[in-house]
């Protein structure tokens, strides 16, 4: 298949690696003046957890990078791996220049599909959340990978979403098909935004997890943002990740903690997926602004979240 991601950052860069190794035409589409940055390509130190891989390995990824589209650029599939709120002005900007292009939105989402459908009819595109992740140290990218979440923004998954499952299996990518995922990704909006407000009041990981009252805050507020989701209508007991945190036992949540240290310590998967964590203070800021306007709007509770105010505040100003 014919592949074009847009951009060639830590995701973009992951799964253009990954598919390109399996035989598929890969373009890069970056800004201006990083093709001749990437001519060499991208080093790679990464962790491959995929099924029947699970291996370390390090090399070069030879990608092949343009910063404009042309005629020639035959292009199938389109990967959007940017930021949430960076999405839109993306779209504006390629959409009206691929207009036989499918699109994977590989980004979070808490706005909803409104703005996208104005752009693209929901036959185009589908929705997804990358189980990869890492970081750039210098010019190596430091990262995991393990597989890919996708599907429709509402309803069973289309034949869009078959068919980018396929292509993903194509590169032994193993990916999750979601009914609702719109409904998937706010979950893992307030699995985020909760744990990461109390990250930025802490400072550090190390500091969080060394401190059992920040840790144990930390999941109380994903359940407060986790409630916010219930609000919109969300089954937020369908999704098995969100049990650690809507646990009423305190002997459970005690429990769910040392699992968590433990996973952030020793797994070195999560490791490279959280070595970003604090790296995009726009991101943050707007994960937690997002959750705590929503949460006000629908009168949910959020005290935990509150007591971030001043944290995020400062974090806001130095960023």
């Not at 910063?67 to 990967?79: D, G, K, M, R, Y």
């Not at 930021?83 to 909803?112: R, S």
């Not at 009819?121 to 990218?141: E, N, Q, V, W």
């Not at 299996?169 to 909006?189: C, E, G, N, P």
Request: charged share 20%; proline share 4%; hydrophobic share 45%.
């Amino acid at each position: 298949m014919n592949v074009l991601v847009i951009g060639a950052g830590v995701i973009g860069s992951i799964y253009g690696w990954a598919l390109a190794q399996n035989g598929h035409q890969v373009l890069h589409l970056v800004r201006s003046g990083r093709v001749g940055v990437l001519r060499e390509g991208i080093r790679l130190d990464l962790l491959d957890q995929r099924k029947a891989r699970k291996r370390s390995l390090s090399g070069w990824y030879r990608l092949n990078a343009v910063e404009t589209l042309s005629p020639a650029n035959a292009v199938e599939l389109v990967i959007v791996p940017v930021k949430h709120y960076a999405l839109m002005p993306t779209l504006k900007a390629i959409a009206p220049q691929l207009i036989a292009a499918e699109f994977l939105l590989l980004t979070q989402n808490w706005q909803g599909v409104g703005e996208i459908d104005l752009l693209l009819p929901r036959s185009r595109y589908i929705c997804g959340d990358a189980k990869a992740g890492g970081t750039f140290l210098g010019c190596k990218l430091v990262a995991a990978l393990k597989g890919v979440d996708i599907g429709s923004p509402e309803g069973a998954p289309s034949a869009l979403a078959m068919k980018v499952a396929d292509l993903f299996a194509s590169a032994d990518i193993q990916t999750r098909l979601h009914s609702d995922m719109l409904h998937y990704l706010w979950v893992q909006y307030a699995l985020t935004g909760g744990p990461w407000a109390a990250l930025v009041q802490a400072g550090s990981f190390t500091k969080m997890l060394n401190d059992r009252d920040a840790a144990l805050a930390a999941l109380m507020a994903g359940r407060e943002c986790l409630q916010v989701v219930k609000q919109r209508g969300v089954d937020i007991f369908r999704y098995p990740e969100t049990k650690p945190f809507l646990t009423n036992s305190a002997l459970r949540r005690h429990l769910n903690l040392w699992i968590i240290r433990r996973m952030f310590r020793h797994d070195e998967y999560t490791r490279r997926c959280s070595a970003h964590a604090l790296g995009d203070p726009v991101e943050v800021k707007t994960f937690y602004y997002d959750l705590m306007a929503t949460g006000h709007d629908l009168g949910v509770p959020m005290p935990v979240m509150e007591s971030y105010a001043e944290a995020m505040r400062r974090f806001s100003l130095a960023s």
